[in-house]
């Protein structure tokens, strides 16, 4: 991949999601999966294929991509044990735990309102 323009659409994007904190934020945690995954993790470590159980809709493929985003973005710690046959682990770190209390109300509001909106 070669560098980016200092002016294309996607480098001033990028500059307006670091200037604003909520965009920063919606960002880490933004997409279809990223969320969902967050909260499956909610109660301690899960290996790859216990997530992909607990979240049959999506593929393999989605899972290991949204898992390394959130590996890079700080929000999931990944722990590889050198054993035969190799076990990964997933958990969630202290700045996603932290989130948790925000995906809860998050969860009140959507119970309030679902019903509201035809989707």
Known sequence: MGNRKENSTNMLNEKVILECELMYAICMIGGRWKLLI??????????????????????????????????????VKRTVYAEVPPRVDYELTEISEELVPVWRQLEVWAVKHKNLVQV
Do not use: V
Request: glycine content about 6%; some cysteine; hydrophobic content about 35%.
């Open 38 to 75: 967050l909260c499956k993790l909610e109660n301690g470590k899960l290996r790859f294929s216990e997530l992909r159980r607990h979240i049959p809709e999506i593929t393999e493929r989605m899972l290991a991509l949204q898992l390394r985003e959130l590996e890079k973005d700080g929000l």
